[in-house]
Each structure stands twice: as C-alpha cells, then as structure tokens.
C-alpha cells in the first residue's frame, strides 16, 4: 500500500511551522536585547545609575 500524499504534505507543512516558530522565537529575544541595551543607554545619559551587570 503507498503512502497517501496528503500525510507527506501535512507532516512539511508542520514542520515549516516549528521551523518558522524557532526564528520568530530568536527575533524576539534579539529585539528584547535591544531594548535592554537602549534602556541602559538611555539610563547612563540621564545621570541615572548604572544597569546592574548580567551574570
């Protein structure tokens, strides 16, 4: 018996999916690095005290 096409395309596009969901996954913890960054910055420039160091 062969295999139904239907199953093939259906397990590629859900593979797309996860695949898709892990790069949206970095973009955001990218842009939340940014942001973290730029509050930093924005903090030093006021006079503000430093943002406390990551471990």
Do not use: Q, W
Request: aromatic share 6%.
């Amino acid at each position: 018996m062969k295999k139904k096409p239907v199953l093939s395309a259906a397990a590629a596009v859900a593979l797309a999916i996860f695949l898709a969901g892990c790069g949206a996954a970095s973009a955001v913890r990218t842009t939340g690095e940014g942001f973290d960054r730029a509050e930093c910055l924005a903090r030093e420039f006021k006079g503000e005290p430093p943002c406390e160091a990551e471990d």
